[in-house]
């Protein structure tokens, strides 16, 4: 990490943006009770998963942090349509990263200061920068996070405005998820 330079940080989507595993338990209360064997990653659209508890508002003040943010996902192989139903997703939720997604399996390959990921079998382990792992039942919840980001970004020295002027993508996405934002 450098002084005075943003940190590249790259978001985890399922399981710490959108919430997968509610989507799952939802499709589970509609199938038979034979449906255990089912992998619920080939056939949910991920498109229609809700955004985690505080997961929007957090990576909004991590932009406005002054940081570079990308998406990172790992997409089901045996579901392509889940490749669009995620940039769909994060057209939606986070209009101001629709171009910043990046889809792996080898999330070891990404160069970077900041990793959130909820999992470890992906190259998490094995990033280059810092891993944080999202947990939000051991308390490494968006709070969490955004507090061990900002005192990353107050160490670097990197001057950062907590009131900002929203971007029209912001700004629309603000209307459209009112009950989110007040």
């Not at 392509?80 to 997604?101: F, V, Y």
């Not at 390959?109 to 051991?138: A, N, V």
Request: charge should be negative; hydrophobic fraction near 35%.
């Amino acid at each position: 990490m450098k002084n005075n330079q943003p940190l590249r940080i790259y978001i985890d989507m399922d399981g710490v943006l959108a919430d997968f595993k509610s989507a799952a338990d939802e499709l589970k209360k509609k199938l038979p009770m034979n449906s255990e064997n089912l992998k619920f990653d080939e056939i949910l659209d991920f498109s229609t998963f809700k955004p985690m508890k505080d997961a929007i508002e957090s990576v909004y003040k991590i932009i406005d942090m002054g940081h570079d943010v990308f998406i990172a996902s790992t997409p089901p192989w045996n579901n392509p349509d889940a490749w669009g139903q995620k940039r769909n997703w994060i057209e939606e939720h986070l209009p101001e990263l629709e171009r910043k997604i990046i889809l792996t399996h080898r999330k070891d390959l990404l160069i970077g200061d900041i990793l959130i990921d909820d999992t470890d079998y992906r190259g998490q382990k094995d990033f280059k920068g810092t891993w944080m792992h999202f947990e939000p039942s051991e308390g490494a919840d968006w709070p969490f996070m955004v507090k061990k980001i900002e005192e990353l970004t107050c160490a670097i020295g990197l001057q950062y405005v907590t009131a900002f002027d929203p971007s029209e993508s912001r700004k629309k996405w603000m209307d459209s998820h009112e009950k989110v934002c007040k």
